[in-house]
Every structure is written in structure tokens, then in C-alpha cells.
């Protein structure tokens, strides 16, 4: 203890300048003491792992080209050891020693052996000679449990191999949940066995560009038809990508949206909607049993794929209006005893979470879910400001933050005349990094149930992925250190210095 904080404290004296020529981490990590000397990589360096962190050394050397050694040695090698007992006892810490002649990443956990990687990975990519790595000791771990970014593929469809890269940056950056947005009105986007019609027909638009699409009556053509835009995953690949984010330390949680959002579902399944007619509703009818027969078969199928515990179920933005006047509705809310749609909508959003944690899982959702009363384990994500957020954590429910002011990475960054055509809003770089996710309001108790906060990347705007990219960093890193980082080490100024050798670091990962 006493060691650290004169360490804390040598590193002040040292100053924000040499540190910022040396030590570029971000998120910035909560203990640095740095030392003299380097560790210098030579093409007879190895890593070496303990038998519990095998495959993260293999994915370091993945990832670095350094080769894997199965022999232990203290000398001119990269060790990723288990701690000693009563040494770190938290899984998400990690210690990373560099010396002179070996470096040396302690953690108690998968995920801490992880972070220590990537903390090295970056160091090493960050220097100017990136085999000249500083000795230093670090001792670190993150703020929140939940440290997210959205990807919404229906607007667009992007391919897996961009849906990796994206993980890949954000295990750089130790963002620990994907949240994938795999379905809503542009294009359903995941293959579901029992309705084939969601990928052949509801995946596959007539335009391309979403605006045009928006402009030309929003239909959908037969997949192969000439000019059909669009995409799904198969299951095999959704899986595949579970995988691949889970080597990472990164959980995917998968959006299936209800019951608004919904009109490509109702396009090919018209009998699920009030009208029954294709192309009239956005909204499932809730009146009507098929409705959740259907909801919780692709559900059936979801989590099959997806092994996390929470399964976002939407929830956001339904017009309630065909609701009104739809007989099976009406009758719902009678027989129910329900007060009006609000309460219809919470009866909905209730009785799949019965589903759901009759299969154990989690039910997440938008904070409209807050509307006519929140289900009785619901978490919510708080996107329209922050009072959904408040709201649930007082009534004792948990609280993922994305609100829009802070972290919609659809919004503009810089002046729109000098912009790529944005959704609109206002979100340069600093803002980002003066988000609090902790609302003043929360007492300590109340707060607790702040897991984290959460980017979200809708893409109507974004027929690329090279515009994902730039909407998306270097926002992420200011998020990044919102999250992970002790909130009292934050600094706009310090920060803005480490940043510059990472659009380097980003402008090579192109
Ligand atoms: C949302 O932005 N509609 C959640």
C-alpha cells in the first residue's frame, strides 16, 4: 500500500509532459510508476503464460507476432502470470511490470491478464520505435462492469469482417460489451431457421442508400432480386463472432426489437400486425397471441446463438396509435385489466421477461420500457437524457447510460458544413469526455446500479465503413476513459496529449 502511493506520488513529480512522451495508454490506467530504462523487443523475445492464460498469450502473439515459448523464463520474455495468492484477488486487474530485461503482466483473471495485454499492446504501438518499450509499473483496473458500444447493422449491413474489426478496436480500448442492433425497420439482419422470411425478403431493400429507401415508400424485394440491397448473418456467422469477441474478453448482446421498430417483420408477416396488411404498421399487435408465439421462437433461436446473459429487447419509440382503435388490443387491455396502451406496451414487455428469465436470462431494453410500469428485473438503458436512467435506478433497477447529448456517435463532431451529412446534434470530442455517468442525483446506494455507460452508433447516415470509423473514433477513446478510468485522474488536457499518438496508432489499423 505504501509502496503505491509513493509511487502516485513519484509520478506527479515526474510531470504530465515526460509522461506524456512515454506513456500514451488509454483509458488512462489508475496506477503509473515510471521507471528508467527500456525493455527492448528482439527477435528472440517470447511470451510465455501460465497454463490458465494460454490463449491470451496466443492471441498476443497473434496479434504482435511475437512467438509463443512453452518453457518459463525470466529473460528477454513477456510472461503473463497467474498472481500470487492474496495478491490480486479482483479478475478484472492486472499488474504490468516492464523491466530491462523481462516484462511481467500479473493477473488473477482472464479478463485482467486481457487488459494487461492490451495496455502492452499499446504502449508498444505507441512509442516511436515501437520495439523500445519504457520501464514502467502499472496497476490497474476498470471503473464500471459495463463498458459499451452499439452497432446498429440494419440502417446499413456491414460485413463481418468489419463487425471484427470494430471488436478488435474495442478490446484495444478494454470496451468489454457489444451491443449488436441487429433488426429494425431497414432490414432484419439474422437468420432465423423457423422464418425464413425475415433473411430472404426483410433483409433486402429496394435502395441502397437509406435516404433514398426513406424517400421511395421503404419496400423490401426477394433476396437475388436486381437491385436488392442488403444482408443478414447466418447463424453460424453470428456465432462465429460471439466467439471471436469472447477470445477478447467482449460479450455480445444481441437487439431483437419489439414491438415497435418493426415494420420489416410485419412487411413479410402481416398477420402479426393490427391491420394485417404489409407495409400500414411499425408495431406488432398486441392483441394477438401469434405475436409472442412468433417473439419467442426467434428468441428460442437467439439464444441459442448468443450466451449473454442480458438479450436487448428494444422497447423504444412504438406509436401506440394503431393500438387504439385494433379490436385484439382493446380486448387485451380489457381482459388484462390493463389502463390504456402504455400499460399494454409494459404488459408486453412484462411477459417477455417472464419468458426470459424463465430461460435465465436478463431483459433488457430503451427507457420506454419505463412506460406503464417497468417489468419486475428489467434493466434499462437510459438514451432520452438521463431521467430514465434516475428514474429506474431509484426504483432499485439496474442502469446502462447512453443518453443522446453524451454518447450518440450519430451526431456531428465538428461544424456540418465541413461534415459528412449527420443525423444533427452536436458531439465534438470534448463533450464526450466530460460525461459523468453517475447522475449528481444517484446517492451512493442508488448509484450502484449505474453498471456503466454505452456509445451508440445508429447508422442511417453511415453507407460505409469508413464512415463507422470516423464517427466512431476518436470518440470511443474518450468513452473509453469515461468508463474504465478513476474519475478523479481525468483530464481533458492530459488526455488530448496521449491522443495524438494514437490517430497514428488508429490511421494504421485503416
Ligand atoms: C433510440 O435511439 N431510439 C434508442
Redesign the pocket.
Known amino acids: 500500500m505504501m509502496k503505491r502511493i509513493f509511487g502516485v506520488m513519484m509520478c506527479a513529480a515526474i510531470g504530465l509532459s515526460a509522461q506524456a512522451q512515454r506513456m500514451n495508454i488509454i483509458p488512462k490506467p489508475m496506477e503509473i510508476i515510471e521507471k528508467t530504462g527500456e525493455f527492448v523487443i528482439k527477435p528472440s523475445t517470447v511470451v510465455y503464460a501460465d497454463a490458465a492464460f494460454r490463449e491470451v498469450a496466443g492471441l498476443f502473439s497473434e496479434e504482435t507476432g511475437i512467438p509463443v515459448s512453452a518453457k518459463s523464463r525470466q529473460h528477454n520474455a513477456i510472461a503473463i502470470v497467474k498472481a500470487m495468492k492474496g495478491g490480486i484477488l479482483d479478475s478484472n486487474t492486472y499488474a504490468l511490470s516492464i523491466h530491462e530485461n523481462y516484462i511481467e503482466i500479473q493477473a488473477s483473471g482472464r479478463a485482467g491478464a486481457l487488459y494487461g495485454m492490451q495496455t502492452l499492446r499499446q504502449l508498444m504501438a505507441t512509442q516511436p520505435d515501437g520495439n523500445k518499450i519504457p520501464a514502467v509499473t502499472i496497476v490497474d483496473r476498470p471503473r464500471f462492469a459495463y463498458r459499451g458500444m452499439h452497432l446498429d447493422v440494419s440502417r446499413n449491413f456491414f460485413p463481418l469482417s468489419f463487425v471484427k474489426k470494430f471488436i478488435d478496436l474495442m478490446a484495444l480500448y478494454k470496451m468489454n460489451t457489444f451491443h449488436w442492433h441487429l433488426t429494425d425497420g431497414a432490414g432484419w439482419r439474422l437468420e432465423i431457421k423457423k422464418y425464413p422470411a425475415l433473411t430472404q425478403q426483410a433483409a433486402w431493400r429496394t435502395h441502397g442508400a437509406w435516404t433514398d429507401w426513406q424517400a421511395n415508400g421503404r419496400r423490401y424485394l426477394q433476396e437475388g432480386s436486381p437491385n436488392a440491397y442488403g444482408g443478414y448473418y447466418t447463424q453460424q456467422e453470428a456465432k462465429d463472432i460471439v466467439a471471436y469477441a469472447a477470445r477478447r474478453g467482449i460479450t455480445v448482446i444481441p437487439e431483437i426489437e419489439m414491438p415497435g421498430h418493426s415494420e420489416e417483420v410485419l412487411a413479410v408477416y402481416p398477420h402479426l400486425s393490427c391491420s394485417g396488411l404489409p407495409y400500414k404498421n411499425s408495431e406488432f399487435c398486441l392483441g394477438n397471441d401469434s405475436t409472442f408465439t412468433f417473439l419467442e421462437d426467434v428468441l428460442d433461436e437467439v439464444r441459442e446463438i448468443f450466451p449473454s446473459t442480458y438479450i436487448h429487447i428494444g422497447g423504444?419509440?412504438a406509436d401506440k396509435k394503431a393500438w387504439k382503435t385494433c379490436p385484439k388490443c382493446q380486448q387485451r387491455i380489457r381482459t388484462e385489466k390493463l389502463k390504456d396502451e402504455e400499460e399494454l406496451q409494459s404488459y408486453a414487455v412484462r411477459r417477455m421477461e417472464r419468458y426470459l428469465v424463465g430461460h435465465g436470462r436478463k431483459l433488457l431494453g430503451?427507457d420506454e420500457i419505463l412506460e406503464g410500469g417497468l417489468a419486475p428485473e428489467a434493466t434499462v438503458?437510459s438514451?432520452r437524457g438521463e431521467k430514465g436512467g434516475i428514474t429506474a435506478a431509484t426504483e432499485g433497477h439496474d442502469v446502462i447510460m447512453t443518453p443522446?447529448g453524451y454518447v450518440?456517435f450519430d451526431s456531428y463532431q465538428a461544424d456540418p458544413a465541413t461534415e459528412p451529412q449527420a443525423i444533427g446534434g452536436f458531439l465534438p470530442l470534448s463533450k464526450v469526455y466530460s460525461y459523468e455517468p453517475v447522475p449528481a442525483e444517484l446517492d451512493a446506494t442508488k448509484a450502484k446500479h449505474v453498471l456503466g455507460a454505452q456509445a451508440?452508433l445508429?447508422t442511417e447516415y453511415m453507407p460505409t465503413t469508413y464512415q463507422v470509423e470516423y464517427m466512431t473514433f476518436p470518440r470511443m477513446l474518450a468513452l473509453a476513459e469515461v468508463v474504465w478510468s478513476p474519475k478523479e485522474s481525468r483530464n481533458w488536457d492530459d488526455f488530448k496529449v496521449r491522443l495524438q499518438q494514437h490517430y497514428r496508432l488508429l490511421q494504421k489499423n485503416r
Request: charged residues 20%; proline residues 0%.
Open positions: 423504444d419509440e430503451w438503458m438514451w443522446g450518440y451508440n445508429w
